[in-house]
């Protein structure tokens, strides 16, 4: 049988060579395809995290600079919509800083809100560094529950177990 397919593939090499070259281009033109999504990702995530900390930081500004009740209005308008771009676009790591931030605030005169912080920028950056497009389906299952709950938890100060009792 071994000796049959290596005298057919004598025979035929042109047959051989062509499948090897389309079976190589079509994986190339795969893996390109795939890098350059990744990076669109990449960009489009490091830009919303980027907004997100500059609306997070105009929270520290002094109330004498933001005292226009417009631009406090703005302010409030932006975190939150920026807030819901992170939620849609980051990882499960930085969904789950982020709603840590959110419970217990961010505080940048306490050593707990500085580390807090700390922690989400740094699954951010890790996020925009090595960025996926699909896990396994079975690891984004177990994870679904806690990112769900983290998400309530970022948006509405939500806990399920308190609904419970």
């Known amino acids: 049988m071994v000796k049959d397919t290596l005298a057919w593939i004598n025979s035929n090499g042109w047959i051989v060579s062509i499948f090897t070259l389309v079976l190589g281009a079509y994986l190339s033109t795969f893996l390109t395809k795939n890098k350059e999504v990744l990076m669109k990702i990449a960009d489009k995530k490091g830009q919303y995290y980027a907004d997100y900390i500059n609306a997070l930081l105009q929270f520290n500004k002094p109330i004498h600079l933001r005292a226009r009740e417009h631009e406090i209005i703005n302010t409030n308008r932006n975190y939150f919509y920026l807030k819901n771009l992170v939620i849609l676009y980051g990882s499960n ?57 983290n998400i309530a938890d970022i948006l509405f100060d939500y806990k399920q177990e308190s609904e419970e009792e």
């Open 93 to 149: 790591e930085v969904i789950k800083r982020l709603s840590i931030c959110e419970k217990n605030g961010i505080n940048f005169k306490k050593e707990e809100g500085r580390e807090s912080y700390l922690k989400l920028i740094e699954a951010m950056k890790k996020d925009i560094e090595n960025p996926k497009i699909i896990r396994s389906w079975w690891i984004r299952r177990i994870a679904m529950n806690n990112r769900n709950n």
